[in-house]
C-alpha cells in the first residue's frame, strides 16, 4: 500500500517578491520575502528554512507559478520545482500567475487579469471566476500595445478589469487552485512543467542550469 503523503509544497517567484506556502493536514502556511536580485542567492535556503521539520519522503506535490513574470524568476521557481519532482518522484503543478489573481477575487464572474510586459505590451486573460471553479475563457497571451484596445473591447459583458502587476503574490489562490487541480486527479510530470515567457527571454534558455540545485534537500 504505497505511503500516504502529508504536504505539498508551493513556490511564486514570478516578482520581487519571494511566497512559499505549504499545506499539511488541510491546513495552509505561508511566508514571502521581497528579495529582488537576490532570489537567485536565497531561495535555496528560504526552501529549507520554511519547511524545516517536515521530512520530504512525505511531500505529495508540488506547485509553481510559471509566469508570466520576472525571465529570472520564472526559471528559479520552475527548475527548482521540476528538481524536487524529478528527485522525490512527485507531481508538479505550474499555475498561471493570472490565473492566480483571477482566483483570488471574492466576486464571481467573468475577470480579465494583465499584468505589464516589456516595451509598453501587457499579459492578458480572461476567467470565470465560480466557488471552487475557475475556467479559462481567454488563455494567457501577450497583447501588443497596437492591440490593447481592442482586446478591451472583446471582454464579456460585466467583465471585471484586474490589474495584477501587486507586490504580494497570491500564494494562498495559487495554492488552492494547485489543491483543487490536485483532488481532481491531475498529476502532472515535473518534466512538462515549463516557464510561461509568452516572448523571447532576454538571455538564452541554457541560463536554466544556473537556477539553484536542491537535488541535496533530503529529510
Given at each position: 500500500?504505497?505511503?500516504?503523503k502529508l504536504w505539498s509544497l508551493g513556490l511564486h517567484t514570478t516578482?520581487?517578491?519571494?511566497a512559499l506556502g505549504?499545506?499539511?493536514?488541510?491546513?495552509?502556511?505561508?511566508?514571502?520575502?521581497?528579495?529582488?536580485r537576490e532570489l537567485a542567492r536565497v531561495l535555496q535556503s528560504r526552501l529549507q528554512n520554511f519547511t524545516n521539520g517536515l521530512a520530504w519522503a512525505d511531500l505529495g506535490?508540488?506547485?509553481?507559478?510559471?509566469?508570466?513574470?520576472?525571465?529570472?524568476?520564472?526559471?528559479?521557481?520552475?527548475?527548482?520545482?521540476?528538481?524536487?519532482?524529478?528527485?522525490?518522484?512527485?507531481?508538479?503543478?505550474?499555475v498561471?500567475?493570472?490565473?492566480?489573481?483571477a482566483e483570488a477575487q471574492v466576486s464571481t464572474g467573468p475577470v480579465a487579469v494583465w499584468l505589464e510586459a516589456r516595451r509598453g505590451e501587457r499579459y492578458g486573460a480572461v476567467f470565470n471566476h465560480q466557488p471552487?471553479?475557475?475556467?479559462?475563457?481567454?488563455?494567457?497571451?501577450?497583447v501588443m500595445p497596437s492591440d490593447w484596445e481592442r482586446w478591451i473591447s472583446e471582454l464579456?459583458?460585466?467583465?471585471?478589469?484586474?490589474?495584477?502587476?501587486l507586490n504580494e503574490p497570491p500564494i494562498e489562490a495559487?495554492?488552492?487552485?494547485?489543491?483543487?487541480?490536485?483532488?481532481?486527479?491531475?498529476?502532472?510530470?515535473?518534466?512538462?512543467?515549463?516557464?510561461?515567457?509568452?516572448?523571447?527571454?532576454?538571455?538564452?534558455?541554457?541560463?536554466?542550469?544556473s537556477s539553484p540545485d536542491t537535488t541535496h534537500l533530503t529529510r
Open positions: 500500500m504505497p505511503t500516504k516578482t520581487d517578491t519571494l505549504v499545506f499539511q493536514a488541510e491546513h495552509l502556511r505561508t511566508a514571502s520575502w521581497v528579495e529582488g506535490w508540488v506547485a509553481v507559478c510559471v509566469g508570466p513574470g520576472s525571465f529570472t524568476g520564472m526559471r528559479l521557481g520552475v527548475m527548482a520545482a521540476r528538481t524536487l519532482g524529478q528527485g522525490l518522484e512527485v507531481p508538479v503543478l505550474g498561471s500567475a493570472l490565473a492566480a489573481h471552487q471553479e475557475l475556467t479559462v475563457v481567454r488563455p494567457d497571451s501577450l464579456p459583458e460585466g467583465c471585471q478589469l484586474l490589474d495584477g502587476n495559487m495554492m488552492r487552485l494547485a489543491d483543487r487541480r490536485y483532488r481532481q486527479g491531475v498529476r502532472t510530470h515535473w518534466s512538462e512543467v515549463q516557464p510561461f515567457y509568452g516572448q523571447a527571454p532576454p538571455i538564452h534558455a541554457g541560463a536554466l542550469q
